[in-house]
């Protein structure tokens, strides 16, 4: 991977006000060595030089030269011949938690907070009853669909445009869900050891297609509240990369949506540095406040967008159905890509989205009711039982990004949620070149009752991770690492 760097002008607002009290080279060692653990500062990225920082700090250099040294003695700096100061983790936290998600199989009275998806809505059934009313008409065709079903087709580009981008028909591919969209733009458009710009944190299993194609992944720190945009155009213009990975709405995890004067920034950014913007919308349905207008699609800021979208958070993940809506004129290499793997979708499936998205392009008024009032019982249950877990609450999306005190790690967490009967991703799962160490993602897709019993379930998995440390006994293993006995704990999805 390439060295890239963090402004000094960043670097400052991450510090914030130095801890009075102690001496300023510590406060500040440890206040860069938590952003370096929590993926602000992804391992990796050159730090500003001492004068550049002393500078934008106010402080003497001799607070840098030593707050520096304390972070190369403890692992999380090193230096580079020609690289300055680069940020580092300790010898094995970088693949602690790794790993992709997937729906997990739980036991009976488990807790599954691993995916962050809904049971099917209301009218699903009777969806399929009028779909199947409509499936001899396809019968007599082979059954590769392989640009999918023209109705369908027709519907999501009418949404696009009602959205702000106009668009038709011939410019949407229907894929088999927004994963096997990703796959289809990467082997259409990435080259092994190809550079691409991706979030940090993000979905895991975007990071996994990303590593799976030969990328070379160039990390964009997104804060817990969203993007810093001139960081992340910076980022992006230093990055040399062919694709750039985003999630402007809604982002998995955080929750964050990003302006429209943001996305200009970022898309003047990718423009000029002729790098693709690969756009995942899997989640731009679920506005569960809808105070304001939603943002414009991305593309409408950067026509070369490729956008990505999904049927599995705004209607029913079952129907494993998405969509590609591509520029004009590159839907052919796209095409061209996808018959490698995949001749097309399910056709019974299209037929049952068509109704879905005729009734309810998005959430339908009563999903958007529960998923509110999930929301509000995890953080009313947060706020009293866990005061000590600070989250931003979301305008949409389906899961809280939620903050752990210092003294406790999300792996330790997560396997002691595991024996507690509740599973949850630690936020290494989500970070690209590891960190992410005190965060975990709780979504609220369980009705509320099942909420608050979670938060319980959480709040004695926090004090078992905690008791090992405040004894001085070791931890518990991370997911899928053997114990002592040499059982495997499972895999957390």
């Not at 056709?347 to 999903?367: D, I, Y």
Request: neutral net charge.
């Amino acid at each position: 991977m390439s060295t890239h760097s963090v402004s000094a002008a960043r670097t400052a607002r991450i510090v914030g006000t130095l801890t009075p009290g102690r001496p300023a080279y510590r406060a500040l060692a440890d206040a860069l060595r938590l952003a370096i653990a929590d993926g602000r500062i992804a391992a990796g990225t050159r730090l500003p030089s001492e004068r550049e920082l002393t500078a934008s700090l106010d402080v003497s250099r001799t607070t840098v030269t030593r707050a520096y040294a304390v972070l190369r003695d403890t692992g999380y700096l090193t230096s580079r011949r020609g690289s300055g100061s680069v940020a580092s983790l300790p010898s094995g936290s970088r693949v602690r938690g790794a790993g992709s998600l997937f729906p997990a199989d739980p036991g009976e009275g488990v807790i599954d907070l691993t995916c962050a998806a809904t049971r099917a809505p209301a009218g699903v059934v009777e969806a399929y009853e009028r779909a199947v009313s409509q499936l001899p008409e396809h019968l007599a065709g082979a059954g590769y669909l392989t640009l999918g079903i023209p109705d369908l087709r027709a519907v999501i580009a009418d949404r696009y445009t009602q959205r702000g981008l106009p668009t038709s028909p011939d410019d949407v591919l229907v894929t088999s869900g927004a994963v096997a969209g990703i796959g289809i733009v990467l082997r259409a458009l990435l080259s092994h050891g190809d550079r691409v710009v991706v979030e940090s944190p993000t979905y895991p299993n975007t990071i996994d297609a990303l590593r799976r194609s030969g990328a070379r992944l160039v990390p964009l720190a997104i804060d817990p509240d969203g993007w810093d945009a001139t960081e992340s155009a910076r980022t992006i213009r230093a990055a040399g990369a062919s694709l750039a990975v985003l999630i402007p709405d809604f982002h998995n995890p955080t929750g964050a949506l990003m302006g429209d004067d943001a996305r200009a920034t970022l898309a003047r950014a990718l423009t000029a540095s002729a790098t693709i913007p690969v756009i995942d919308e899997t989640i731009v349905e679920v506005d569960l406040d809808d105070a304001d207008p939603i943002p414009l699609p991305f593309a409408a800021h950067d026509p070369r967008a490729i956008c990505v979208g999904s049927s599995s958070k705004s209607h029913w993940g079952g129907l494993r159905t998405g969509w590609i809506r591509a520029p004009k004129g590159t839907l052919p290499a796209l095409v061209e890509a996808r018959v490698t793997t995949d001749l097309g979708a399910p056709v019974l499936e299209q037929l049952v989205l068509l109704e879905l998205m005729r009734a309810h392009p998005g959430l339908s008024p009563q999903r958007r009711l529960d998923l509110r009032a999930s929301r509000g019982a995890l953080a009313d249950a947060l706020r009293e039982h866990l005061p000590q877990i600070s989250f931003r609450m979301p305008r949409g999306g389906l899961s809280l990004w939620c903050e752990l005190p210092e003294d406790v790690d999300a792996t330790s967490v997560a396997v002691a949620a595991e024996d507690a009967g509740l599973l949850v991703a630690a936020g290494p799962r989500f970070a690209v070149v590891g960190g992410l160490d005190r965060w975990i993602r709780v979504p609220f897709v369980l009705p509320p009752e099942v909420m608050v019993d979670a938060v319980a379930r959480l709040a004695g998995a926090l004090e078992s991770a905690r008791a090992p440390l405040a004894s001085g006994r070791v931890a518990a293993p991370a997911a899928n690492v053997p114990d002592a006995s040499g059982r495997r704990r499972p895999l957390v999805a």
